[in-house]
């Protein structure tokens, strides 16, 4: 979208009208000085669901208080503490794979996302020792992600294949937790 319209795009995939900001001035302007302006809508609504009403799906003044309190692992200072640990789950993670064989970069980069927030929250990798915890973390990732583009999302209370695997892995991480 960038590479086509430039520095701001609007577009439409499925229910959800996106808008794509890329300047570090324009998403200063979005996120920080007019927030107010700005709501995250349908597709955060979704996530809330799984992630429940963290820092990444909060609005207001809740988002407000949270960002505050985190505000100092967002400094320059602060990102450098996990620089190590961020290379350190690349290399883990390019160091398995094969040349020549195909990946699907999507659960990859999940693999490394998840072993980044495990490393830097909880000092341990998830990983064989912790399978079901990394399993289950996936698939909140992943039902959080098609919810957000699906037109109809069933309630949680009705027994569907992939709400009772919500479940379950809500579940699994809690019991880790």
């Given amino acids: ?9 609007r577009y439409q995939m499925g229910p959800m009208v996106i808008h794509s900001i890329v300047r570090p001035e324009h998403v200063q302007h979005v996120l920080v ?4 302006n700005y709501h995250k809508g349908l597709s955060h ?3 809330r669901i799984a992630l429940g009403n ?20 967002y400094t320059p200072r602060g990102v450098t503490r996990f620089a190590e640990i961020m290379t350190g789950a690349a290399a883990d993670l390019l160091g398995g794979w094969q040349p020549g064989r195909t990946i699907a970069v999507n659960q990859e980069m999940m693999v490394l996302a998840m072993n980044v927030i495990s490393r ?3 000092g341990i990798d998830i990983g064989e020792k912790y399978a079901d915890a990394g ?3 996936g698939y909140i990732l992943e039902f959080s992600a098609a919810r957000t583009m699906s037109i109809i999302d069933p309630p949680l209370f009705i027994p569907t294949p992939a709400n009772n695997r919500l ?10 937790l």
């Fill in 45 to 47: 609504d979704k996530l």
């Fill in 135 to 137: 399993r289950a973390l």
């Fill in 33 to 36: 000085k007019n927030a107010e």
């Fill in 54 to 73: 963290g820092l990444l799906t909060s609005e207001g003044p809740f988002w407000s208080r949270q960002r505050r309190l985190m505000s100092p692992t």
């Fill in 1 to 9: 979208a960038w590479r086509e319209y430039g520095d701001v795009a």
């Fill in 120 to 122: 830097s929250m909880f």
């Fill in 167 to 176: 479940k379950w892995a809500l579940r699994t991480i809690d019991d880790f």
